[in-house]
Nanobody, 127 residues
Framework: VQLVESGGGLVQAGGSLRLSCAAS????????RAWYRQRPGKGRELVAA???????YYADSVKGRFTISRDNAKNTHFLQMYSLKPEDTAMYYC???WGSGYSTGGDYYPPNDYEYWGQGTQVTVSS
């Protein structure tokens, strides 16, 4: 499975960007998909994840500003980012896994481990 991101760039605070992640190869068993980011001097953190059925998880820092979605017919998932802040500046990575996570009480809990990763796309938000 190969994942290729696109859509990063430089944007002013308050602006928007849309990241895309196209999957190819042996994708038939791919289930959950996600976006991670790594900010300068920080570890990699989960930003958002989505199940094959469309259930979504968001980190508290991006709730209400970012939206994850997927187009299963095109084997692509997306991260729409609104109201960007300088602290959103990071390398963004897409990821995919055979795992599904689970839903309970109306919340989706994504898998912790992802087998497949993209190469990363830089998002820089200027103040």
């Amino acid at each position: 499975v190969q994942l290729v991101e696109s859509g990063g760039g430089l944007v002013q605070a308050g602006g928007s960007l849309r990241l895309s992640c196209a999957a190819s190869g042996s994708i038939f068993d791919i289930n959950a998909r996600a976006w991670y980011r790594q900010r300068p001097g920080k570890g990699r953190e989960l930003v958002a994840a989505i199940s094959s059925g469309g259930s979504a998880y968001y980190a508290d820092s991006v709730k209400g500003r970012f939206t994850i979605s997927r187009d299963n017919a095109k084997n692509t998932h997306f991260l729409q980012m609104y109201s960007l802040k300088p602290e959103d500046t990071a390398m963004y990575y897409c990821a995919a896994t055979w795992g599904s996570g689970y839903s309970t009480g109306g919340d989706y809990y994504p898998p912790n481990d992802y087998e497949y990763w993209g190469q990363g796309t830089q998002v820089t938000v200027s103040s």
